[in-house]
């Protein structure tokens, strides 16, 4: 066969180009730190740790990053502290690098020390330069660690990478806790914030009322220390939507109310990146009492096929606790009519019920969940999923399109 004309040759060349890039970003991911730790019994301890504090998450969203993990022999001899789960956030973050620093980079630092930044100082929660880690390179390729507030002594030793990718993440294990007076410093626990004054204080006095008449208050204050991510709808809002309140029983609107929690700390980036389903307070085996996350850009909704409500600011964002304010109640399909899309009737057919009929709760549907759950099914077919399917079929035409051409 002739040698194909240097037009068809050039384009192929360049599908080709384009299709091992597509190839190259739909194969990489993002770094998940409690998987990687899960695969090291002798680590499990700092892993559950860093999952406790919500470290976790925050190291999976970051890029070029060194985790410093210490074994679980090491992690008793922190704990026996008793730290508070917000001191003991400190003293993890001083093992989180916002750097990446592999086994191969330890043994060539630039004039065989450095100075680098914790999370624990990027965070703005270090005082001066106390959140910095000293790496000293010494002789017989040894490698030191210690805080800059500790008086220039090296406590803890470089033993193995656990695991590396490159420029993305890398996880070394070391000798000891790296130590700080800052970071040990005691630190206030979240159950110390009183949850309905802050609401009252901020435009919701409506919501925090509600809490407290409904008994909810009581299971809100309670999740604090373990996360906790509230949505609340502002006074006039709530003023509005008072009459259908008043329809629902003490039950119900305990429901209700708890509907408007979840019990994880979740960050507006977080509600950004994770879009789907989610529990709230009020699920249970019976009833899911869940909701939808979508975003659109900057725009965060939430979806409850009733309702779609957005979140129009942050009232409070301090981990575990985050508060939002939003435009709209939270209305559970396990007690109110779902508002179903269709195509416009025919002009035969009745008209369609009005939107505030469609909202109004019932007797009927009240106790029971609406007839429309099949929709959860394609819950999960949105947003990512979906985009990668579409990646795919890209990649798949391109793939035959440079085929044909390079024949």
């Known amino acids: 066969m002739a040698p194909p004309p240097p037009l068809t040759s050039t384009l192929a060349l360049s599908l080709s180009a384009i299709l091992l890039l597509l190839l190259f970003s739909s194969t990489s991911q993002a770094h998940n730190i409690t998987s990687i730790l899960a695969k090291h019994p002798s680590l499990s301890t700092f892993n559950h740790y860093l999952t406790l504090t919500h470290l976790a998450a925050e190291i999976n969203r970051r890029q070029t990053i060194t985790v410093l993990a210490i074994d679980n022999a090491a992690m008793d001899a922190i704990l026996a502290k008793h730290f508070s789960i917000p001191t003991l956030k400190n003293v993890l973050s001083l093992h989180v690098l916002v750097d990446y620093f592999g086994a191969k980079k330890l043994h060539q630092l630039t004039g065989g020390t450095t100075l680098t930044a914790t999370m624990f100082q990027s965070t703005g929660t270090a005082d001066g330069t106390s959140g910095y880690v000293n790496i000293t390179n010494l002789k017989g390729g040894k490698v030191g660690f210690g805080t800059e507030d500790n008086d220039g002594k090296l406590n803890s030793f470089y033993e193995k990478s656990v695991q590396e990718i490159p420029y993305n993440i890398s996880v070394l294990q070391i000798s000891q806790v790296l130590t700080s007076a800052e970071a040990e410093a005691p630190t206030a626990g979240p159950s110390d914030v009183n949850l309905t004054s802050i609401l009252a204080k901020q435009g919701c006095k409506a919501f925090s009322d509600l809490l407290i008449a409904t008994g909810a208050d009581t299971t809100f204050q309670n999740n604090v220390d373990g ?105 559970p399909k396990e007690l109110f009519k779902v508002v179903k899309t269709k195509a416009a009737p025919s002009p035969k057919k009745a008209a369609a019920p009005s939107a505030d009929d469609a909202d109004a709760p019932s007797e009927d549907d009240a106790d029971a969940p609406s007839e429309d759950d099949s929709a959860d099914a394609t819950a999960d077919d949105n947003g990512v999923s979906g985009l990668m399917k579409g990646g795919n079929l890209v990649v798949v035409g391109l793939s035959l399109c440079a085929g044909v051409l390079l024949m």
């Open 227 to 331: 996360g906790l991510t509230v949505f609340c709808p502002t006074d006039a809002v709530i003023s509005a939507f008072a009459p259908k309140f008043k329809n629902l029983t003490a039950p119900q609107k305990l429901a209700l109310v708890l509907y408007h929690g979840i019990p994880v700390y979740q960050s507006l980036q977080m509600l950004k990146s994770n879009n789907g389903v989610i529990n709230t307070l009020a699920t249970d085996k019976a009833n899911k009492y869940d909701f939808t996350v979508q975003n659109d850009g900057e725009e965060v909704s939430l979806e409850t096929k009733v309702v779609t409500a957005k979140i129009t600011g942050t009232v409070l964002d301090q981990d575990p606790l985050v508060i939002y304010k939003v435009n709209k109640v939270l209305q």
